[in-house]
């Protein structure tokens, strides 16, 4: 089967029902996107699914053949961190950092769904689970990160 997976495609030979998560770890060494509960509560193992977070230690593979996949390794475009990973730097959000990953690719969805979310927004839409207890940086950060991407959108035209 054929995964687009950060713009570039891949073909894979397992079985349909693996977790979308193990050929991304196991097949294809991606390893940024992390395991965590097993049962898509924690959002370690959270990517964008056409532009949706979604957890994939539970999604069948198959369910993800003919999207558009992106995972934490393809955040930064071209080298260049995403206004979320600049904010989450400028925030020091991350203790142990293990769910990182997935808390920056559940606010890029965030973001491009809502650009100015109010803290009942993040609040509603955040469902990661940090076991440092870093819930107020990442919220922080994400309103910095909607700024920053307001910014750049204003000088862009």
């Known amino acids: 089967m054929e995964l687009n997976i950060n713009g570039k495609s891949h073909n894979i ?9 193990w050929v991304l770890r196991d097949e294809l060494n991606m390893t940024g996107t992390k395991y ?3 049962v898509s509560s924690c959002g370690a193992c959270t990517v964008l699914i056409d532009g949706v977070a979604t957890r994939t230690c ?3 593979v198959v369910a993800a053949v003919g999207k558009e996949i992106k995972t934490i390794e393809g955040i930064a475009a071209e080298g260049n961190l995403s206004a979320v990973q600049k904010a989450w730097i400028e925030h020091q959000v991350p203790q142990c950092g293990y769910c990182q990953s997935g808390q920056i690719v ?5 973001l491009d769904a809502t650009p ?3 803290d009942e927004d993040i609040d509603k839409a955040m469902t990661n689970i940090c076991r440092c207890g870093t819930y107020q940086r990442v919220r922080a950060a994400i309103h910095t990160a909607a700024k ?3 910014e750049s959108a204003t000088l862009l035209g």
Do not use: I
């Open 13 to 21: 030979t397992v079985e349909d029902n693996m977790p979308l998560l």
């Open 106 to 110: 559940a606010a890029e969805s965030l």
């Open 116 to 118: 100015e979310p109010t």
């Open 58 to 60: 539970t999604l069948p």
């Open 36 to 38: 965590g509960c097993g």
């Open 148 to 150: 920053y991407r307001k």
